[in-house]
T-cell receptor, first 116, second 117 residues
Framework: AQSVTQLDSQVPVFEEAPVELRCNYSSSVSVYLFWYVQYPNQGLQLLLKYLSGSTLVKGINGFEAEFNKSQTSFHLRKPSVHISDTAEYFC??????????????FGQGTILTVHP | GAVVSQHPSWVICKSGTSVKIECRSLDFQATTMFWYRQFPKQSLMLMATSNEGSKATYEQGVEKDKFLINHASLTLSTLTVTSAHPEDSSFYICSARGGGPSTDTQYFGPGTRLTVL
């Protein structure tokens, strides 16, 4: 079975400060990893994904994440946040191949609040 | 590209009635669509996976007779909540995969807020 753990349920930060949202995954097989953002009363928007290749993945809105296989982590970072980044962020994984291919397992979510 | 729409965006219904939610992939053909529900302040829980032209596969604990899923075409899947009750009130989100910019990625709809009175 696979699982995704987001270590912080809430992260408050001031505008223009850097932020890191932590995500750890657990799986005995290869996985794809994703970060999604959800604004209030909306669906999920894909920020970035790791499928293979370079472990540093750049996404939209200035976000990036680094896949660390030894640490089984996929932390999301942004060097300088804006008020508009206030939202809930979900880390997710899916198995590569197999009968469960394509099914996403989500973390619990991290609410990022950017203060002026 | 990779736009998924849902209709309606919100619905209020009386207990005992049925509600249909549509999920459409607007600019790509979705071989697989997924239905999730999300309770307030919680993460998304997968309800079922549907492949075009075949029966949906439901997750453990999800009543297939209560949550009817039809995936009649490569661009449309529907979720019907039958005999809805207040405990069915939730945010329902669909996603679609396949044929878009990346077949490994799920693209999500904006969600449907269901309130059962």
């Amino acid at each position: 079975a696979q699982s995704v753990t987001q270590l912080d349920s809430q992260v408050p930060v001031f505008e223009e400060a850097p932020v890191e949202l932590r995500c750890n995954y657990s799986s005995s097989v290869s996985v794809y990893l994703f970060w999604y953002v959800q604004y209030p009363n909306q669906g999920l928007q894909l920020l970035l994904k790791y499928l293979s290749g370079s472990t540093l993945v750049k996404g939209i809105n200035g976000f990036e994440a680094e896949f660390n296989k030894s640490q089984t982590s996929f932390h999301l970072r942004k060097p300088s946040v804006h008020i508009s980044d206030t939202a809930e962020y979900f880390c997710a994984s899916t198995w590569v191949g197999g009968t469960s291919y394509g099914k996403l397992t989500f973390g619990q979510g991290t609410i990022l609040t950017v203060h002026p | 590209g990779a736009v998924v729409s849902q209709h309606p965006s919100w619905v209020i219904c009386k207990s005992g009635t049925s509600v249909k939610i549509e999920c459409r992939s607007l600019d790509f053909q979705a071989t697989t669509m997924f239905w999730y529900r999300q309770f307030p302040k919680q993460s998304l829980m997968l309800m079922a996976t549907s492949n075009e032209g075949s029966k949906a596969t439901y997750e453990q604990g999800v009543e297939k007779d209560k949550f009817l899923i039809n995936h009649a075409s490569l661009t449309l899947s529907t979720l019907t909540v039958t005999s809805a009750h207040p405990e069915d009130s939730s945010f329902y989100i669909c996603s679609a995969r396949g044929g878009g910019p990346s077949t490994d990625t799920q693209y999500f709809g904006p969600g449907t807020r269901l309130t059962v009175l």
